[in-house]
């Protein structure tokens, strides 16, 4: 699993799409931290706005984009292996777990080292980190890299994956956001499965990581029936 996991993160540092979010990141959280002390002039805000305010720009390109980002990188995490056809070397020489977990930490471990790195930008202007901030973060994270791989464990095709991906990743946020505020009986249910619904408070965020974990025990079931 371990080895997966370091191919998989090893491929994802190296792409062009990646470096390309990897700068739109740092460049977010560079100007989010330079324009924060501007607003923090203007306004007044309290104790703990003032602590979140820094992360503000970065926290909401995260928050819109965060699942357009995952899927565009990893939409093939799985199904490009089993296109290609080399996914039964990989089943003759370790378990069907083991890849599917291997894939996910390989995924998640580039995220947090992106994340990280940004957080850490930020911090240096402002002195302040703000750690739910960050975990609430990493645990959103955490599901969308969650959902990507089920995703890619569903659906045999590369291309089509990709094509969902820019389906699934702009209307994650109008549907979460809409899902969670709507005061409509027959979709107000849906919040209780939606990601955002456990980022309104402070102490609900680590149900994310349950619902998480349904992803990617449906993408093993799957992907343990299927051949290769």
């Known amino acids: 699993m ?7 993160f ?6 062009v799409k990646s470096i390309i979010i990897i700068a739109i990141m ?11 002390n501007l607003l923090l002039s203007l306004e007044e805000f309290t104790a703990s706005e003032t602590e979140r305010i820094h ?9 819109v984009f965060g699942q357009l980002f995952v899927m565009g990188l990893s939409h093939d995490v ?58 609430q973060v990493m645990s959103l994270l955490f599901y969308q890299i969650a959902l990507t791989v089920m995703l890619s464990v569903l659906i045999p095709k590369p291309g089509f ?15 979460g956001f809409w899902v969670t505020f709507s005061n409509n009986p027959w979709v ?3 919040k209780f499965v939606n990601p955002l619904y456990y980022l309104e408070s402070d102490v609900t965020f680590p149900i994310i990581l349950l619902l998480s974990a349904v992803w990617l025990a449906l993408a093993y079931v799957v992907f343990k029936r299927r051949e290769c």
């Open 78 to 135: 799985i199904n490009r292996e089993t296109h290609d056809r080399t996914m039964r070397f990989l089943v003759t020489r370790t378990s069907r777990l083991s890849i599917v977990l291997g894939k996910f930490f390989g995924v998640f471990l580039f995220w947090l080292l992106c994340v990280t790195v940004s957080f850490s930008i930020v911090f240096a202007f402002s002195q302040q980190l703000d750690w739910l901030s960050f975990l």
């Open 10 to 15: 090893l491929r994802l540092v190296k792409g």
């Open 55 to 63: 992360y503000a720009g970065l926290l909401m390109l995260l928050l």
């Open 26 to 36: 740092l460049i977010t959280a560079y100007y989010s931290a330079k324009f924060s």
């Open 161 to 175: 994956t990709m094509f969902l991906g820019i389906i699934v990743g702009l209307a994650f946020p109008v549907v």
């Open 2 to 8: 371990f080895a997966i996991s370091k191919r998989e």
């Open 188 to 190: 107000s249910w849906l």
